[in-house]
Nanobody, 123 residues
Framework: QVQLDESGGGLVQAGDSLRLSCAAS????????MGWFRQAPGKEREFVAA????????YYADSVKGRFTISRDNAKNTVYLQMNSLKPEDTAVYYC????????????????WGQGTQVTVSS
């Protein structure tokens, strides 16, 4: 099993940047592909980005492509989400997730989840 702990959320203005971190503990981090999802009030949880075990392959939702970057540091057991040019519609609780299978973009495909971190973007 792996435990996940997100941090880095906050209140920012449109156009600003934030970097989210997700620290993993428990099982060997490099065994897991990692994903970021978000959930806005009244909406379903949606895929944001994912990264393979080694970090060599990344996947992005169209809504964040070109603005967000997912990365990982296996030596630090941490995955990151760099968010640039933030928009009010990016406001949500952001969750990181882990799964042994790489390339998953559906929330129900991930086995382990963090508690989430709130990102609020004001206009």
């Amino acid at each position: 099993q792996v435990q996940l702990d997100e941090s880095g959320g906050g209140l920012v203005q449109a156009g600003d940047s934030l970097r989210l971190s997700c620290a993993a503990s428990g099982d060997t981090f490099s065994y897991y592909a990692m994903g970021w999802f978000r959930q806005a009030p009244g909406k379903e949880r949606e895929f944001v980005a994912a990264i393979s075990w080694s970090g060599g392959t990344t996947y992005y939702a169209d809504s964040v492509k070109g603005r967000f970057t997912i990365s990982r540091d296996n030596a630090k057991n941490t995955v990151y989400l760099q968010m640039n040019s933030l928009k009010p519609e990016d406001t949500a609780v952001y969750y990181c997730a882990a799964d042994r299978q790489s390339g998953n973009i559906r929330a129900d495909e991930y086995d382990y989840w963090g508690q989430g971190t709130q990102v609020t973007v004001s206009s």
